[in-house]
């Protein structure tokens, strides 16, 4: 995605760690909120807004926090 | 907790009252009847959790007064009791829903294991029913297992978002069943829930199929047309296998749900489509979008709650669960006596690998249904793979040893390439899903070993 424009950062703190949220804002007017939850393990959300974005990012980031720690342990008992 | 209650149906008093004794004295609560009236009698004034019964009765025919207990209390069991001469008598009340027999004279150490199978047959079906009262189609995901517990938890508190969620899992451990369950539990639960597995289609067909067609977008197009998108508005979309979507489209797709709005086919018409994205792999997406073969973009956008779901062999816990619960299921809509699975085929079933998971037990389970109703299911009776738990471990066994690690590995890799395109009769684009290879990886390494 080029020409897009950072609006927005912030952190969000969930259990016991910080977790950057960087929102841009696209040519089309769309917005994409993203945070890395570890190394190359990005999430994007989009929506209309930089409000609505942020709202559905931060609704949706424990639940991705804690989902994506189940997939790391779960990859890790594998090995 | 209520005592398991039998009735104890003899003729013999030097039998059935030392029986009686030893059984109240083991915990349970026994009643004897000491003819066919009598327990008739009995069933009138209380229920029973198991009919233990002689099929020899002086006033009546064993086979009669057990179909009678049975008709009259679903839940019972029966365990038949029968001399060296009456076997056949025996096999044909296996065959109308006794639960086991005992060939007379038998120790009481016998009884108990019997007894012990039937009350741990009752706990499973027991826990089958709560699982099935608690809410619709959870009941369906029938599991012990703690991670599957989890899972179904996780999937409950994702459906109420719409976030796009990533189902992962090898074949047959249940994705499709996962997102009807999220889609059914969303607020998009009442619309349609649109499942498109991507491998299933040609890649010339693809953009029209997701997109739709506007009229006159080519010769034939004689009027606009949608696509699966149009058809999940206000709906879920469920892409299975959504490795296979063409790389060609997937900026395009990426669109769609970024923005929720398509354009068809030869069409400069935008359209809004509101559906929410579950999406399904049994590939490593991560890797492929190392290697290009996926759009990372499109990537992070579905990997936003990640669900794994384990194979079968990592929640063995399940496997006499599920095969009570398909029994039942298969029952319903074949109503014949159902086999019994005798514990050494359970303990067969429990070891072996599952290499096509919860799909590949109903197969075996319906198999043996059909093939063997109302009989004891002993391990000979499961086809000769399974109890070759392991092909993988089979070819492991076949190596020398002196070789470094990664010789040795490669080595391996090889022949399991080679073994598996032998198995799909050489058919190298299911080889590739079978591996999780893309096929040009594919066709690489095959020319690496041709050429070696």
Known sequence: MTNRILVHKSFIHINGNDYPIMVYSCPNGRHSAETALGTNDIIINDAASLEEVLAKHKRLLPLAVYAHGIRQRSKGRRR | MTRFKILIVDDEPLLGMPLKRSLESAGYQARLAQSGADALQALTEESFDLLLEDLCLPDADGLDIMGEVLNKIPHCRALVMTGNGTIEKAVKAMKMGAFDFLT????????????????????????????????????????????????????????????????????????????????????RGKNPCIKVNCAAIPETLFESELFGVERGAYTGADRSRGGYLEASDKGTLYLDEIAELPLSLQGKFLRALGEKTIYKVGGSREYDVDFRLVAATNKDLKSLAGTHEFREDLFFRINVVPITIPPLRERREDIPLLIAYFQRRFQEKHPCPKPHFSPEALETLCNYGFPGNVRELQNIVEHISILHPGEIIKPRHLSVSLQNPDPVATLFESFAVGKPLKEAVADFENKYIEKVLHSVGGHKSRSASILGLSRKVLWERLKRIREA
């Open chain 2, 104 to 187: 007379k004279p038998f120790t009481m150490e016998a009884l108990f294991q019997k007894l012990h199978s039937v009350t741990e047959f009752r706990a499973v079906e027991e826990e089958i029913d709560s699982l099935g009262r608690g809410d619709g189609m959870c009941g369906a995901c029938i599991t012990r297992s703690p991670v599957m517990k989890d899972i179904l938890q996780t999937a409950a508190v994702v459906a109420a978002t719409d976030a796009t969620v990533l189902l992962l899992g090898e074949s047959g451990t249940g994705k499709d069943l996962l997102a009807e369950i999220i889609h059914a539990k969303s607020r």
